[in-house]
Structures are given as C-alpha cells and as structure tokens.
C-alpha cells in the first residue's frame, strides 16, 4: 500500500494562489510535480476555488423574449452562461 502524502503549507498555499489565479488542476499538478487527480482531491479539501467567470452577449445578439422563438445557437453565452455562471456546490466549502 502506497504511504499517504504529506501536504505542506507551501504546496497547500501554492494550490489555493494558482486556482485563484484562474490555473486549472492538470497546470497546478505539473507545477507541483503530482498528479492533476491528486491536486484536485487536495484542492477540494482546502476549498480551492477559480474565480468567477463573467459571461458577456455580444452587442448585436439579440434575444427575443417571445416564447415561440427559435432555439439558441450551440453555446450561446445566454443559455450557456446560465449553466456555467455559478460554481459547482463543494462540499462543506463556503
């Protein structure tokens, strides 16, 4: 059985710093020299989170509020901002 991993307060402040910072997993785990699965799991512990992404509609995109319009384009950053606006819940994290 692999021996558990001893977690430093550098490592921890590093992985909080760079997910702050908007740096995905698989950039802080080669940063560190671990594995992107390894960074996530301590990442979720410490409550790691990447900033807010700000979606913003093109000046000419026009909406129709009417019910009966057609659907939006793949990836219309209306619809899909209403997805991605808000961070997935963490457990235990606030």
Known sequence: ???ARVWTAAADEAIRDMRAGGATWA???RTL???RNTVI???RRLCAV???KVVAVAAGDVVSD???RGPLRAG???SWGLLTSEPYPQG???
């Open 1 to 3: 059985m692999p021996k």
């Open 27 to 29: 950039e802080i785990g």
């Open 33 to 35: 020299g671990l594995s």
């Open 41 to 43: 799991e301590r990442g």
């Open 50 to 52: 990447a900033p807010v």
């Open 66 to 68: 009417d019910p009966n």
């Open 76 to 78: 219309h950053p209306l």
């Open 92 to 94: 235990g994290c606030r």
